[in-house]
């Protein structure tokens, strides 16, 4: 059909392969099985071997092409070692997407030397050293998508900030940065936003159901996020679609940063 045809040519990822840290749980689980059944090989990065397994085993048990590598972002040696073991799986990557995070937060007052440094490391250099590593390849090729997945803390101080709100909007100016370097040779770079979802990140707010009564009260949605509320938004981004667009903060939030 006609329909089909003109969708598959704006939105398949057939013979694209990404790269997703922390896609073995939470949103990032959510855009790796979304990048996958969409058509990309999908190689996933995070520290806990069991649930890398089990996220690969549904992917490929679907019909998916998918693998996983174990290893530590918060050093760079460890995310140098993971991105070149990513890329012996299916080749290089055409998308990479930076969900892996760490959520530190003590009041800033009682803030540390230690949980800066952690939450700098994982949170903004690990996504700063793969795009150095893969986004000159991808402008090289002609095509790549990179994305983040950042936070409402990179655009306004609730819920105890902190250092974590301070990578986060660290991290959307590091893709404009990309966007700047890489656009003109067909390498988009851009962030989704979420607004409060219900993943393990988020354990230490969604253990109160009043908190999170009050966060879904302010989303004009009138809910709270799911992980698979990013799947479309990840695949239009993956995709030949979205190739005007750079450089974005894309908010996925069911309204909450406009309300």
């Not at 089990?54 to 693998?67: F, H, I, M, P, Q």
Request: net charge negative.
């Amino acid at each position: 059909m006609e329909s089909q045809a003109y969708l598959s040519e704006l939105f398949s990822l057939e013979g694209r392969v990404a790269l997703v840290t922390g896609g073995s749980s939470g949103i990032g689980r959510a855009i790796t099985e979304a990048l996958a059944r969409a058509g990309a090989s999908v190689v996933i990065v995070a520290r806990r071997e069991a649930e890398l397994a089990a996220t690969v085993d549904e992917l490929t048990n679907r019909g998916c092409r998918a693998a996983w590598v174990s290893g530590d972002l918060g050093t760079r040696e460890g995310v140098r070692t993971v991105a070149d073991e990513a890329a012996e799986m299916f080749g290089e990557p055409d998308t990479l997407v930076n969900c892996a995070g760490i959520n530190l937060r003590p009041p800033l007052g009682e803030t540390g030397d230690d949980v800066w440094d952690t939450t700098m490391s994982v949170n903004l250099e690990a996504p700063y050293l793969l795009g150095q590593r893969f986004g000159p390849g991808m402008a090289e090729r002609g095509f790549g998508r990179i994305m983040h997945v950042t936070s409402q803390q990179a655009h306004r101080a609730f819920v105890q900030s902190g250092v974590y709100g301070v990578s986060k909007g660290a991290l959307e100016s590091l893709a404009r940065s990309q966007a700047e370097a890489w656009s003109r040779y067909g390498v988009t770079c851009n962030t989704l936003v979420p607004g409060f979802v219900m993943t393990p990140l988020n354990e230490r707010l969604s253990s109160d159901p009043e908190r999170v009564a009050a966060l879904a009260a302010r989303t004009m949605a009138g809910r709270n996020g799911v992980a698979e509320d990013f799947a479309g938004a990840a695949v239009f981004l993956a995709s030949r679609a979205s190739a005007y667009i750079t450089g974005q903060s894309v908010f996925v939030d069911g309204g909450f940063s406009v309300h």
